[in-house]
């Protein structure tokens, strides 16, 4: 009998299988229609119901939303869009609850919602409001230029009195008449009462413009009776001190002006313009409360409705659910049939089909382990049967694969050798990359060193022009450049200490700096870059800052300066402010100053302000104005920052503005070691012989300036050959050598000179960051080592240790005064004089009451505070008491400190500035 093929085995067994599949298919498909037409009722019913209740669910909301944004509203575009939304929104919710109020079966009348009434009227008082808001913003700004026109008229009148109460004195002096008393009376009781009267009246107006600028702020009806009754007295006031303006014609447009200041006061003025914005925005937010409350008695409603149809509908559903379980149960004993009968055929097939797969399964698994053993036997003539014998086939191969396994052994040991030897040639590579790395170093030391040598020109060009200006608006300018140059000097010197270092890291380099130089730096940038575009320049320094901090003082000038740059650049008109202020951390007692950099440009959304620290990284506003740049300074900025351990955050508002601010820990610093390296004392003579050697005409040139500015007579050698020369034919008090000369070594040539019987003061000049050290000093045979550029502080120093120099007086002392108020202001300079006149009676008492190093300390920490001010006799006193503290010394300082003392209190007055805290005087 012939046997039956596999495949019709298999086919008769599916076949079997997929007719009770069918079965079970069928009637499940009945039971699923059933089911599916009632939920379909059920659906048609609730589902227009829930959609309704959540449509009204979701445009509550957006009425919330909008009743809300009306409220913020700032534009009559604004307003009209906003006020159509939300009508629109209210006539949704009005007639969603009646259709769902139409479909609940416990439907009642409707009643009508003042919504819409309450919406018209939010919207007639919002145009109200801003019609105001317009009015009021405009008056705002017409009291702002009639306020700086009246400062400016009674700065002008201040000026007009000091200047008579000036022209009194010099008439006391030089007059003809014995009896001076009339002239004094006069003075004291006219001239010196007036000029009391007119700086009352500069403070009365500030006061005022600093009420006025409250007024916006102000909410409550009382706290605007309040301002407004605070402005009338002060205007009051200030309307009693016009009489004593010096000129008709000033007191005539004084008091028009205050009479406008007074127009603000009225009914139609700034404070009654204020109060009827304020009740105007008090009606819109009850109108938006009352709206809430009529939307939410509507949605309620619609709540309702909604809980009816759902009722109906779970009532409906459990009637359906206990029809379906009784088709389910009967559902059920069908497929329990199927699975018997589906049984019976598995346990066929696992008979017929599955155990002679598993054998032949269990016989592929024993070849491919390299168990061939003997031949299978062929089961049947079906496809299981051809599988038994293709299996024998693989068994003969596979035998056949063992004998040339051998062969592919040696092959792989062949192919080891060749990876070897790529590995070979791989480090080769590396070595080679690592080489490349390294010369890209050394060409990055080098260029630095490089960029040095012209920098040290422009350097000390820039220093003798700045010291030899003088007009006070082109020496600002020379000391800006200069200390952008400086500050870019030191940027290079980071450059150079990074390329020679061994590792990549961005190490600081804290050093002593006063803070006011630091802000009064930054304060130059800013004004010269405002200038050209016609911009407010503000920098504000607040009191009781330390005068000096230990910091990395490269790394803070780098970051404002990219700031300020970026501030400047994106602000087309207003103003760009720097204010310095400072804190304590309560962990350590250390001092935080925080930078802020605030302008009144383009502003950022909030998705720039999420990447502007991002390399390349610009908003679209700068962009579609076309501001230049490539995106780097904020991503540099960042980098900077993290090194200091710092943080960098920022503020913005499109079209209002952006605030970036620098928050930086820092330590105390010694006002002794944060000097003034360009601070030089020129009306010293020294009359001292100087040899500078160097093959740079610049650096000749630079050198030479210094020197003769220190009464000093130069001499030029560009070789250290023509040196030698030189020192035969004329003996030299002191010699300034290069280290890098054309012909030989600058230690050559000290080692030369040093030979010499009567041998000069020998100081080396140096481009390369080469530290003042004894054994460096040692190494090239010299007394000092000074780094390129020349430090006149410096050079000033070495002189001084050939021969003293005599002190500077009083002009000298009120240079001094006159730059800290150029640079910090009237007020912030003031308080530092004071500090130190304060201090001075403490510090000279340790100086003469201590000894040993507690004395030299004293009088180092002193000595730098006086420096500050250009008191040079006294610092000279103070230098000897650190040499060699014997009586002589002891007896100077205590006579000068008192001189000095007077001296700086005379030119306190004669600057303007006051000697007590509070002083009107």
Known sequence: MRQTRF???????????????????????????YLVRSQSELVETNLPAMQLASRIGETTEVVGTLATAFVQADTPEDLEQITSALEAAVSKIEVGSRELEGISPLSSGATPSRAAEIVSRMAENGHEKLRLSRHYTQAGAELALLGTRLESLIEAEVDLARLRITASIVGLYTGQETDARPLLDKLADQHFFAFERLT?????????????????????PDEIARLGTELGNQIKLATGRIVYLPTGSARKEVASLMQSYQDALAVDGLIGLQRKRIGLQTAIATDSENLRSVISKLSERARQARDAVQKDGLERIAAAQKRASQITAALLGLVIAAVAAGAVLWLYARKQLVARLGNLSRRIVSV????????????????????????????????????????????????????????????????????ADRSKTEFLARMSHEIRTPLNGIIGMLDLLEADEQDPALKARAYAALSSASALLDITNDILNYAGSEDSENRGNPVHFQ???????????????????????????????????????????????????????????????????????????????????????????????????????????????????MGLGLAISRNLTEALGAALTVESEPGVGSRFTLTVPLELGDPALAGDDAEVTPDITRNQSVLVIDDHAVNLMVARGYLERLGCRVREAETGAAALKATEEQRFDLVLIDLDLPDMRGEEVAALLGQMSDTPTLVALTAYLLDDTAENRAKLGVSRVLQKPMSPRALAEVLDGISRAEPIGRSTVLESLREDISDLGVETTGLIVREFLSDLPVAVEAVLTTSGKDQKKAAHKLKGAAANFRLEAFCEALMRVEEAADDEALKAVKRLASEAASTLEAAMKETGLQTDAGSTK
């Open 7 to 33: 495949d019709t085995r298999l086919i008769q067994i599916l076949s079997a299988m997929a007719v009770l599949a069918i079965m079970v298919g069928v009637a499940a498909i009945a039971v699923n229609r």
């Open 200 to 220: 009352e009246l500069a403070r009365m107006v500030d006061a005022i413009r600093l009420k006025l600028q409250l007024v916006p702020d102000a909410v409550a």
């Open 515 to 629: 803070l006011r130089d630091l802000v009064g730096q930054m304060g130059h940038q800013l004004q010269s870059l405002t200038l050209q575009k016609k911009l407010e320049a503000v920098v504000d320094l607040s009191e009781g800052a330390p005068l000096a901090l230990f910091g990395d003082v490269v790394k803070i000038r780098q970051i404002l300066g990219n700031l300020i740059s970026n501030a400047v650049k994106y602000t087309k008109r207003g103003s760009v402010t720097l204010s310095v202020d400072h804190a304590v951390d309560a962990q350590n007692g250390h001092p935080v100053i925080s930078f802020s950099i605030a302008d009144t440009g383009v502003g950022m959304t909030q998705d720039a302000i999420a990447h502007a620290f991002d390399a390349y990284m610009r908003t679209d506003a700068a962009q579609r104005a076309g501001i230049e740049g």
């Open 368 to 435: 491919a382990g390299g168990d061939y053993g003997a031949p299978v036997v062929i089961s049947g003539h079906d496809e299981i049967g051809r599988m038994e014998k293709a299996l024998n086939i693989l068994r003969r191969r596979a035998k056949d694969a063992e004998r040339l396994r051998g062969n592919l052994e040696e092959a792989v040991i062949a192919r080891t050798g060749d990876v070897v030897a790529e590995m070979k040639a791989s480090d080769t590579a590396r070595s080679k990359a690592e080489a």
